[in-house]
């Protein structure tokens, strides 16, 4: 099986790697008069990419988190259109100087940003993503290899086939490869470090940890949110209430939404208050540890309160789930997260000026708010346009990924003769 992939998706991947080239060619008036017209026919073809998305649905249960994930509705394919059309609109990150300098010897150096090359995201259920990847990738100079999943297979085909319908008449379809949505194909992608200069794995922690096991194409780490948000016994508590139901309600199959609340001890008694929307309106089902838990029970809906375990922490539940912890002082706060974040976002809620200090000097994470809810991590909301993932990690880029951070640099240096000793 894998032999017969490997005969589809290498000449593939060697025409990706040759159209990357034909890129540079490309104006960035040309490459925003692409997005724009995607965006104007991904608006006139709603019907049949919900009709497709439809047939992905259809195979998969509405229990799963995953299935909000795959959706799509008229609203959606508006704002995917609407984020093209930013994207269009977005300064090209491209030929920027960003540093220039006169070396003693009369040698003239610059670096410049330039495109990565060939990018490949892997990714889960999201078909959101082919179009965000696609826009980001053209709109820094690079070419794009995407690998989703069978759950989104229907979905993605739908898309592709709009984006190569745009691409057709400029002569450079191959700029974009949707790889077979199987799993076998995955192995070949991660094994093509001629073909691809980076990897970005986009879905849940199993998926980044096999792409980081198993890749020889270097890898920048996303996703996995497990997101917590302490609320210290200084904290303003209809602060509190508003920050976390909009971090655990507004949309809980995302990263950034709320896993884990860390209430202090001082202010438990206000917890029911706190909890009463998430529990009478949005159903959410609360592991607490044996403090919440005393004094939730006559208080929040039996049926969706647990007595949390160990494991009750430290998970990403991307449901309508979460874990509840008391907490003693800020120094027992900040253990917890170290021991159970994933690096991604971390709140606190207080209006002690020393302790939101401590809180963003020491807690360790992408992002770090005082005062606000977790769903502001989002590269649209930060000004940067469609994002293309939340990394995790330290190495080259942090946060959400956006133009900016899909290009490398080059020096450029000019002479007139020089020579070394």
């Not at 090359?117 to 070419?143: H, Y």
């Not at 780490?221 to 508590?237: F, K, P, R, W």
């Not at 997260?337 to 963003?360: G, N, P, T």
């Amino acid at each position: 099986m894998e032999a017969n992939y490997t005969t589809l998706i290498r000449p593939a991947l060697d025409k990706v790697r040759a159209a990357s080239r034909q890129l540079i060619q490309l104006s960035d008036n040309k490459i925003a008069s692409i997005l724009n017209e995607l965006a104007d026919l991904a608006e006139r073809e709603t019907a049949f990419l919900l009709t497709e998305n439809q047939r992905d649905l259809d195979r998969m249960d509405v229990n799963d988190p995953k299935y909000d994930r795959l959706l799509l509705s008229e609203e959606r394919i508006k704002d995917i259109a609407s984020d093209l059309r930013k994207v269009a609109g977005l300064p090209s990150p491209l030929a920027q100087k960003l540093e220039h300098r006169t070396l003693p010897n009369g040698l003239k150096l610059k670096r410049l940003s330039v495109p990565m090359g060939v990018i490949g995201i892997v990714f889960e259920s999201r078909p959101n993503v082919t179009f965000d990847v696609f826009a980001l990738c053209l709109k820094s100079g690079n070419a794009s290899v995407l690998k989703g999943s069978r759950d989104a297979h229907y979905s993605n085909l739908a898309i592709l086939k709009l984006i190569k319908k745009v691409l057709q008449p400029l002569g450079v379809e191959d700029i974009c490869y949707l790889a077979p949505s199987e799993r076998a194909a995955l192995a070949i992608i991660l094994q093509a470090d001629q073909h691809i200069d980076v990897i970005i794995p986009r879905g849940s922690q199993g998926l980044i940890d096999f792409v980081r096991e198993h890749s020889r194409v270097p890898v920048i780490e996303t996703g996995a949110g497990i997101v917590h948000t302490y609320v210290d016994s200084s904290a303003n508590l209809d602060k509190a209430k508003a920050i976390i139901t909009n971090a655990k309600s507004r949309r809980v199959s995302v990263c950034n939404a709320l896993d884990c609340l860390l209430w202090h001890e001082a202010n438990l008694e206000q917890l029911p208050a706190t909890m009463q929307t998430l529990g009478d309106v949005y159903k959410c089902i609360v592991y607490a540890d044996e403090q919440a838990y005393d004094v939730l029970k006559n208080h929040y809906p039996k049926a969706l309160l647990k007595q949390a375990s160990e494991d009750s922490f430290g998970i990403e539940f991307l449901s309508m789930a979460m874990s509840v912890k008391t907490i003693k002082n800020i120094d027992q706060a900040l253990n917890h997260i170290a021991q159970y974040s994933s690096k991604h976002s971390e709140a606190i809620v207080a209006e002690d000026k020393s302790i939101c200090k401590r809180f963003l000097l020491e807690v360790d994470a992408a992002v770090v708010y005082t005062n606000a809810s977790t769903a502001f991590t989002d590269g649209a909301q930060f000004g940067l346009g469609a994002e293309i993932g939340i990394s995790t990690q330290k190495l080259h880029a942090r946060g959400p990924m956006a133009l900016r951070e899909l290009t490398s640099y080059k020096w450029v240096v000019e002479g007139d003769g020089q020579v070394r000793d």
